[in-house]
């Protein structure tokens, strides 16, 4: 299948533009990672559905002007979604060198003037709160809570791309949050509300 296809079968609405650009993306990963490792995703086609994994919240966010991806990796889900969220200035936290380079290379070549890349742990980087703070399969739900404590504010949303565990990491995070979870295929999306 191609990219269209699948986003045909999710549901998902992007224009022409924002598809050849995630194409560009998956293209250019599947080069990098035969040489650098900086996926599980060996084939294009295993690129694409992690993209889909990536995109997915946005049948159901609020779309944010700014976002923090924690543990960006290769792009999922911060840099697929910068993609897709052109008006959104995205920050990609990712301490690992070699990504880091993937990022900031991917980000040029696509032309991604929105993305910027912090070569550090997310408690590191310094900025305004964020609208949305997003991550996929970093730490648990309080952790991500308490490490991103100083870049958010009332207003901040969250989205946490996790496994079966949500539940009880839910459970485990004190403060009355309001929140959904989403589930799809094996993804559970956890999207905490803010409390406006």
């Known amino acids: 299948m191609n990219l269209s296809q699948y986003l045909d079968a999710e549901g998902i609405q992007l224009e022409r533009e924002t598809i050849v650009k995630l194409e560009n993306f998956a293209s250019l990963l599947h080069e990098w990672n035969q040489i650098h490792n900086l996926t599980g995703a060996r084939t294009v086609d295993a690129i694409y559905v992690n993209i889909i994994d990536s995109l997915y919240p946005l049948t159901f966010i609020k779309k944010p002007e700014t976002l923090l991806d924690v543990g960006t990796g290769a792009g999922f889900p911060g840099l697929v979604l910068a993609i897709a969220l052109p008006g959104t200035r995205v920050v990609l936290a990712e301490p690992l060198k070699k990504r880091v380079s993937f990022l900031k290379y991917a980000a040029i070549d696509l032309g ?16 305004e709160a964020f609208d949305l703070i997003s991550s996929r399969a970093v730490t648990n739900t309080r952790l991500l809570l308490e490490l991103t404590s100083k870049i958010s504010d009332a207003h ?18 004190q403060h009355q949050l309001r929140y959904d979870i989403v589930q799809k295929n094996q993804r559970n999306y956890l999207y905490i509300k803010n409390e406006q």
Do not use: P, Q
Not at 112 to 127: C, F, G, H, P, Q
Not at 156 to 173: M, N, P, W
């Open 156 to 173: 901040t949303e969250y989205l946490f791309y996790k496994g079966s565990r949500v539940f009880d990491e839910i459970e485990d995070v």
């Open 112 to 127: 991604l003037s929105n993305v910027s890349v912090e070569a550090k742990r997310v408690e590191e980087v310094a900025d």
